[in-house]
Nanobody, 115 residues
């Protein structure tokens, strides 16, 4: 069974940093586009960042310059480095693997930015 497992969420103070990881199993990881989405209470799920199999990246406007997405195809893992965190970054962060028509979601990891 294909599986994505996120880790690295937690509580952090404003201005702090976190690094999320998404470990994939049972897929040919290198050919899948990987993405991070987030959903805050009462809001729709939104794209945070994505990265293609060959390393092209895309970011949501609210995180540009603060977040960095990367991947290690040898480890079947995608990462999201989050710096200069703000309270409005508080959300559940979901990992996504995309190879049309297939789309796989992780279970989510919670990030809370609060003093």
């Amino acid at each position: 069974q294909v599986q994505l497992v996120e880790s690295g969420g937690g509580l952090v103070q404003p201005g702090g940093s976190l690094r999320l990881a998404c470990a994939a199993s049972r897929i040919l990881f290198s050919i899948w586009d990987m993405g991070w989405y987030r959903q805050a209470p009462g809001n729709q799920r939104e794209l945070v960042a994505s990265i293609t199999g060959d390393g092209r990246t895309n970011y949501g406007d609210s995180v540009k310059g603060r977040f960095t997405i990367s991947r290690d195809n040898a480890k079947n893992t995608a990462y999201l480095q989050m710096n200069s965190l703000k309270p409005e970054d508080t959300a559940v962060y979901y990992c996504n693997a995309d190879l049309p028509p297939h789309r796989i979601w992780g279970q989510g990891t919670e990030v809370t930015v609060s003093s």
